[in-house]
Structures are given as C-alpha cells and as structure tokens.
C-alpha cells in the first residue's frame, strides 16, 4: 500500500478499499508479513485476493511442478510452464506479483514437513496452508499458538465437492470494530422515569440495535444526567430499549440523540488438536444444520486414508469408499458429540476428493482472503472457527452415472471431470453465455468460465461480453484481469485477451456496447434466445432490471450478482422455476424534505445533502446557465445593444450579476469564502435562532425545538482553525 519509508496510502488505488476498512486497518495491512503455502487452485485465488488488498509482503510456498492438471485450476499457470516442468511457486511469482506493485512477493521451494525447523515462521504475522497434510496442520499451529504474540494460523483445503476453513488467532485475539458499519444515531421520542428506564425513538424509525451494545446520550432534554453518560442496552423491541436505572433522575422532557458506541470484543481461539475433536462450526445454510459435522467427520476420514494408505481414494472407486465410510464411523465414535456419520457425503468426497471445483475454490478463496485481512487488522468479526461448504447438490444428479464418466483424459479439464463427468464437461464447453459487465466480478464470473471450459466447444459455445467503460487506476485494486498499462483501455477488450491468456480454447466476443433499449438492435430477441444463460456483473438497478425484463421475455436464465462494501448479493432467476429480478423492488429511499434541507438538519445525511446541492448550484447548475447564454447571445456588443432597447433577455440578470461577482484574483476568491462562511454558519442560524428563539412553543403548548428539529448553534471564525 505505501512506499517503505513513507505511510501515505495511494488514494487512487485504494479509494474504494480506504472507505471499507478505513485507514488505520489499511496501514496495520501494510506492515504486515504473511505466508502460504501451497499454490494450486486455492492457494492462487488466496495469494491474488491479500495482494490485491495491499499487505506489505507475501511468500508463496510450493514444493510440485506444474502439470497439466494445473492448467484447470491455477489460472497463472500456462502451458509453457508445464512443458517445462517448472515449480508451481516460481511460475505463478511474476504473474501474482504484477497484480500489486506495493507488495513484495517471494516464492520458497524448500521443503515443508515434519521435520522443518518452524522457527522461519517467526517473521509472519499470518500463516496460511493449503495441501498441506492434517498431521503437518497440527504441528504448524501448535507452533503458531506458542508464539507471543500468537502467529495467526489459517488453514483451508478443497477436495472435489467439499471444502474445509480453519481458523485459529490465538488464545485471546481483539476485535477492533466487529462490523465496520457506521456507528448508528437515534432520535429519542420518549424515556421513561423507572428501573429499567425504556428508551423509545422517534415513530417509523427502528433502532436497528442489539442487546449489549453501548450507547452515549447527548441533547437529552430534562433527564440531562444521561448527557455524556454510556450505557449498556437491552433491546425491548424494534423502536425502544432498556439502560438501566432512571427512576431516581429528573423526568424526561424532549429531545436527545443516543448514539452507539463502538467498543472491542475478545474472541477466544482453540488450536487444531483440540478443535477437531470438539469442533466450533459456522453454519452456512439454515436448511441444513447438519451438514458442518457431517463434512467435518467425512473430510477428517479422507485425511486418515491419505495417511493410512499414502494416496487419496480413486476417482469413482466404490472399493475406498466403502473403506472411508468404515473409517468415518470410527472417527465420529472419538468426537466429543459423536455426529451421525453422513454416508452420500462420505461417498462422494470419496468419489470426487481428487478432483476440483474452481467455483468452490474461489468462493473459499474469498473468505480466507478475509479471514487474513480480519488476522492483521483486527477488524470485523473473524470465523470461529471451522467453515465448511459443500456443493453436493451438482453430483446427487449424477448417481446412476458410470464411474468411466468421471475417469482423467489427459486434458486440462481432469480435475474438474473428476467432479462433474464427461458430459457435464461437454455441455459446459458448448454453452452460449453473455455476461453484461466486466469490473470486479466480471473479471472473476470470466477467469470461471476459462478454468471450466465454457465456450470452448469445437462446434458450438461462445462467451459474449460488453462493457462500454474504460480502465481506471482504482479499477486495479479489485479488477484483477486488469494492469497498470491497460489504463483507460476498454474493460471489455482487455479482459478478453486476459480470458485468453488463462485458456486460449475459448471462444470470446468483446464489445463496448451499453445494454439498454438504444442497443436492442444488436442485443435482439434472436440474440437473446441463442443465449443459454445470461450474466450481469453491474453496478446499478436500472441496468439490472432492463436485461432481467429482456430474459423475461426470451425464457432465458439469467444469474445477477453484486457488491457494496462489505455486503454483496448473487441471485438465480429460472424461467417458471422462481420470481424474477422486477418481482420484488427495494423500498424507495425517502426523500429530504427541503425546509429540513434549509432549516432544520437533523442528521448526517441532511448536512451532506445540503453540501451536495449549495456545490451543484455553485459549481454546475449557474456556470452552466452562464455558459448556455453565451452560446444563445455570442455577442457582448450585441447583448449591451438589446438591453439599452429594452429588450427581456432570458438569463441576462444571472449573468451581469455572476459578473459583477466574479472573483478575479486569489484574495477575492479568499474574502468570498469569507462572506460565505459567515453566511451559511452564523447569519442563518442567528436569524433561524431569531425567528424562532429556543424557548418558542407552539399552539398546544409542545416546543417547536423537540426531535426529531435540532437547534442551530452559530459558528465563530477561528483564524487557526484548520477546519
């Protein structure tokens, strides 16, 4: 993120980053030091996610050489490098250290097993392991726990249809700020005088609050003790809480804002030895409860064949998964909950457990990724501390399939055979796609789509994509097809060449069209119907709910997706199958009024939105009045001629007075920021103030200045304010 000898933060390639995390967390990314190891399709799509996100330096460990294999799951590894055999670690070094010219990457070849002195492991913040056998796990993170203070230790692995995160920051590890969110402000309606004092907010607006969570008061009018005062709250429902004791306080008149107060959390780790036995699962699907345990005792059977046998279990092989099933019942009777032992999650992890899935890998990819940024910075809330994820639902389809189906080739596609079969794969290949969009997720739907093979059919298949946007330096932090070089190149075009770089067999069409009405020539209906599914990867609704209406009419699949800081959405949309993307809309943001505008800000978002439009009309609302004259009237003489005539012309008082205004020097410009502060930050809350002095009440006797009406306080300049 920023120079060895400088802390500054490159705002123009981490704008967008800087307003997520904030800038302490990015500094305490950039002095941080992590290690993986293991470069194949997860260990890739991790090292590409922390150097994207800026931590000072990475060494990517990986002891195997490239093979063909390689070529459907690491998307830095090319064919060149399979021909000559080089190591998985110095192949992907260049291609994942260009991704962040802030970040010094290392590759180690060296081996890593038993008998390693750890002790190298000292100079990391982070350690993360893929491929790395469950024995090895454990040593590496006792070392890891041990150290003062603790090295914190991620370990994560897919095999076939299952996928396995582990977690472990040490016995006690701080929380900073567990969800990032803006600290939030309630407008009080009412507190009762009573033990618990209940605090009720303004009608129609919930507190969005949890129970535990502090709050300090302040503009509390009556109970006045409670300014500056912190409480811990009970939620009572969505619009009151609780806080403690206020019988013995002054009753409660009006007014008064309580606004949450961000304090640490302390989580507590167990090391892997422990956790395996008893382990602590986050439960990614509510349908299933089940599943963690069931794939925690399923993948803990495959590391004893691995280690009882020296080699996984054949692809489709029923003879070791018959063994598996036998050693997943005796490992479950070991746990401390002995969880029922889940045969068709056995089987299949047995049948696919070579293979790999580069969906799967990437959706891991992404969460360790996080789980590294949340170590080093201490904020949001880490993974306590097994996540397990399955996709079962794509084999449970294929029971009756032959085993022959699944068996290798020789291809680049083998891993991924392994998971699906053959046929699966051909389909894949012969699939006609048109993916709308190619920013953060474009470029990561589009590395998908090479790993897998679409649109790589020898008759049919094709990967259409648009995007009218040029590259920008921001881009760079999260649009990972993208370089340096390529800016203000088209999205489109560039990432095409990107695709191709990763598998040169896919067929793909870039254009820079907007996919609008305006386009409806070139993305007709005959377009739509040769489509088999439909991508948008955008950054607004509108977009999304003129294709979702165009695949609505033409029965075609669509899958949308998106991001928002820290939030993001993805949604399936089947013809007669679910509800499309117009069947439900979002609620319409209310708008300010504009007296609240003008005269009564009440809240953060008012005195933004009043700053938003005094810069409009200074800055493009009135220039573009002026300029719209003199494009109507091009001549000075000539306008002075029709006015002396007595002639109206529109927009003519706008101007003379914008001239007659017109700072033409630097210390005009400073006294007119000078007359517009005393303006807008002392004159119009004193006259405010005038109108309506603080005592003024209204017909029923309530006061005007009550919630959710704030009084202004006028504003004294201060020469050495540097606000």
């Known amino acids: 993120i920023m120079a060895a000898d400088s802390m500054e933060i490159d705002d123009a390639l981490y704008s967008r980053q800087r307003y997520v995390l904030g800038d302490t967390a990015m500094q305490k990314m950039a002095q941080s030091h992590v290690f993986l190891s293991g470069i194949g399709g997860l260990g890739v799509e991790i090292a590409k996610n922390i150097i994207l996100a800026g931590v000072k330096?990475?060494?990517?460990?990986?002891?195997?050489?490239?093979?063909?294999?390689?070529?459907?799951?690491?998307?830095?590894?090319?064919?060149?490098?399979?021909?000559?055999?080089?190591?998985?670690a110095e192949a992907t070094l260049p291609r994942i250290a260009e991704l962040n010219p802030y970040v010094h990457v290392a590759a180690s070849t060296v081996p890593l097993d038993e008998t390693t002195d750890l002790s190298f492991l000292k100079h990391y913040q982070c350690v993360i392991l893929t491929e790395v056998s469950l024995l090895l796990q454990k040593k590496i993170n006792d070392f890891c726990h041990a150290q003062q203070p603790p090295i914190k230790f991620i370990s994560a692995d897919v095999y076939g249809v299952c996928s396995r995160l582990f977690c472990d920051f040490g016995d006690e590890f701080e929380v900073l700020d567990t969800t990032g969110e803006e600290p939030k402000e309630i407008f009080i309606s009412n507190i009762t005088q009573s033990n618990p004092g209940i605090v009720t907010c303004l009608e129609n607006h919930p507190h969005r609050l949890e129970t535990g969570q502090f709050l300090t008061f302040r503009e509390v009018n009556g109970m006045s003790c409670l300014n500056g005062s912190t409480h811990q709250i009970t939620v009572v429902s969505p619009y009151s809480f609780s806080i403690g004791d206020t019988s013995e306080m002054e009753p409660y008149l009006h007014g008064g804002i309580a606004v949450q107060v961000k304090t640490p959390k302390m989580c507590y780790f167990e090391q892997l030895e422990k956790q395996i036995t008893n382990p602590l699962c986050?439960?990614?699907?509510?349908?299933?409860?089940?599943?963690?345990?069931?794939?925690?005792?399923?993948?803990?059977?495959?590391?004893?064949?691995?280690?009882?046998?020296?080699?996984?279990?054949?692809?489709?092989?029923?003879?070791?998964?018959?063994?598996?099933?036998?050693?997943a019942i005796s490992i479950s009777e070991t746990l401390e909950n002995k969880p029922q032992v889940n045969g068709d999650v056995v089987k299949w992890l047995s049948r696919t457990a070579q293979g790999f899935l580069p969906p799967l890998a990437a959706a891991v990819g992404g969460v360790a990724s996080q789980e590294v940024l949340k170590a080093v910075t201490g904020k949001f809330s880490p993974l306590q501390q097994w996540l397990y994820i399955d996709v079962l639902d794509i084999v449970t389809p294929l029971e009756k399939v032959g085993s022959e189906e699944f068996l290798p080739r020789g291809d680049r596609y083998d891993a991924l055979r392994a998971c699906i079969g053959d046929s699966l794969c051909q389909k894949l290949h012969d699939l006609n796609v048109f993916l709308v969009g190619c920013?953060?997720?474009?470029?990561?739907?589009?590395?998908?789509f090479a790993l897998l093979g679409v649109g790589t059919g020898q008759d049919k298949g094709l990967v259409t994509i648009t995007d009218p946007d040029l590259i920008e330096k921001s881009n760079l932090n999260r649009q990972f097809l993208f370089r340096p070089h390529h800016i203000q190149k088209p999205k489109s075009y560039t990432a095409a060449e990107a695709t191709l770089n990763i598998n040169p067999y896919i067929k793909i069409d870039s254009d820079i069209n907007k996919v609008c009405p305006a386009t409806e020539n070139t993305y007709s209906d005959e377009f739509y119907t040769k489509q088999d599914v439909i991508v948008t990867a955008l950054d607004n609704v509108e977009a999304r709910r003129y294709i979702d209406s165009r695949c609505v009419a033409n029965l075609r699949p669509l899958i949308d997706s998106g991001t928002m800081g820290t939030k993001g959405h993805t949604e399936v949309i089947v013809p007669h199958l679910t509800e499309s993307y117009n069947s439900h809309r979002d609620p319409p943001e209310e708008e300010i009024p504009f007296c609240t505008l003008k005269s009564f800000p009440a809240a953060i978002e008012h005195t933004i939105q009043w700053a938003r439009d005094k810069f409009e009309s200074s800055f493009s609302h009135k220039p573009s009045l002026f300029n719209k004259f003199w494009q109507t009237y091009p001549s000075a003489e000539e306008v002075l001629q029709r006015i002396k005539s007595g002639e109206s012309l529109e927009g003519c008082f706008h101007v003379i007075k914008t001239l007659s205004r017109r700072p033409r020097n630097w210390t005009q410009c400073v006294e007119l920021a000078r007359v517009k502060f005393e303006k807008y930050f002392s004159h119009k809350a004193l006259q405010l103030l005038h109108s309506f002095p603080l005592d003024t009440r209204l017909k029923d006797g309530s006061l005007f200045w009550q919630s959710p009406k704030r009084p202004p306080f006028p504003v004294k300049f201060e020469f050495n304010d540097p606000l």
């Not at 345990?293 to 029923?318: K, T």
């Not at 920013?439 to 998908?448: S, V």
Request: charged share 25%; glycine share 6%; net charge negative.
């Open 282 to 327: 986050l439960v990614p699907d509510f349908s299933k409860p089940e599943a963690p345990l069931q794939i925690h005792v399923a993948m803990l059977a495959l590391n004893h064949f691995q280690e009882n046998f020296g080699r996984g279990p054949n692809i489709g092989c029923l003879q070791d998964a018959e063994e598996m099933l036998k050693i």
């Open 439 to 448: 920013g953060a997720i474009g470029c990561e739907m589009l590395k998908n």
């Open 57 to 88: 330096a990475l060494t990517v460990h990986d002891t195997k050489q490239c093979t063909k294999w390689d070529l459907g799951i690491n998307f830095f590894i090319h064919e060149d490098d399979v021909t000559s055999q080089r190591n998985r």
